[in-house]
């Protein structure tokens, strides 16, 4: 069987990458941006990062920024009739994942208007035509939606997350600069970061996995331990290190799927709004746990790559080696390990909605319903 391995047509990394941005947009003869960006980076002049460059070379753009935390069908819906009011003909997503996922949605019914009902987009929508031209500019070193072939839209009438995957999806140019990173403050860097590790491990365990993104996914780990305890403190060379990790991940998990971990993550956020980096990491070792015997030697590189010298370790031990170091990381960067708001009389409904999302296939040990309210119950 043939493995598929989609990537950026193109991406720029490292201080000062921005700048790379009107040689591109000159390169294509593009007249106009649409910027998909949300109300915060606009106000702190996150975007204004990018926008002060287009301005010094006369180049035209709108700014949408009616995006939410968890994007929802409405975002989408706005945005579309923006993009078709503002005469624009390429976008930039400036932010997150939440505004890397508008844009996405954005551009797929721009140019394939027969799926203007957001929700059918869901799972592996059969669009024909290729998303609107997008440079992606992530301002988190986390969801690495600037190199996936994956999108989250919150169904808020609904209570539930749905995960699009589309193949015509991926931004065409990734601008990964660490320096559009260094304003996150301490809570978001740390969630955001521990999102990217859980897109790497459980990348690196999903039945899909396979040699090509093994490696990348291997070496995500290594820097993201290695460089995330610093992000947080705004070194600038954690910085580099996520920006990095979080990209080398992102092309990896997006060719393989993940698992249950985000799975979970992503009911958590349509029922309690919660943070998804936040989500993920609290639900990364207890579901690597509940993983371990369908790992093989798997838990024992996890180890190695989180810095712990797994040297004269059974299987059992290098195993419980691995969810340690990873809960150790959580802990050290400030992510709760309880989920207050969780309630007993809301586990069948997420567990069911877990069950169900596009993640769950992924996951290297099936989950039965049972099991995965049992998993759910851990975060009380």
Known sequence: MANRFISNAVSYHGKGAI??????????????????????????????KVTDILDKNGMAYEIYSD????????????????????????????????????????GIIINNPEFADVRSLEGVAPTKNRTVY????????????????????????RKRKFVCVDVNDIPDVAVVDPDMMATMPKGLTAATGMDALTHAIEGYT??????????????AI???AKSLRGAVENDPEGREGMALGQFVTGMAFSNVGLGIAHSVAHTLGAVYDTP????????????????????????????????????GMDQATYRKAAVDAVRQLSIDVGIPTKLAALKEEDIQFLAESAYADAC???????????????????LM
């Not at 999903?206 to 070496?219: G, K, Q, V």
Request: aromatic share 6%; net charge negative; proline share 5%.
């Open 19 to 48: 700048l790379e941005i009107p040689a591109i947009v000159a390169a294509k003869g593009f007249k106009k941006a649409f910027i998909a960006t949300d109300p915060d980076l606009v106000k702190f002049g996150v975007t204004a």
């Open 67 to 106: 995006i939410k935390p968890n994007p929802t069908i409405e975002n989408v819906q706005n945005g579309v009739a923006a993009y078709k009011a503002s005469g624009a003909d390429y976008m930039i997503a400036i932010g997150g994942g939440s505004s890397m996922d508008t844009a996405k949605a954005i």
């Open 134 to 157: 997008t440079i992606a500019v992530p301002t988190t070193a986390g969801t690495a939606a600037e190199a996936t072939i994956n999108y989250v839209i919150t169904d808020v009438e």
């Open 206 to 219: 999903t039945r899909a996995a396979w040699a090509l993104p093994d490696c990348l996914n291997l070496e």
């Open 222 to 224: 290594r820097l993201i």
């Open 276 to 311: 998804h980096g936040v989500a993920c990491a609290m639900m990364l070792p207890i579901v690597m746990a509940y993983n371990a015997d369908c790992t093989g030697e798997k838990y024992r590189a996890i180890a190695e790559a989180m810095g712990v010298d797994t040297t």
């Open 360 to 378: 769950a296939p992924g996951n290297p040990k099936e989950a039965s319903l049972e099991d995965i309210k049992g998993l759910i119950r851990q």
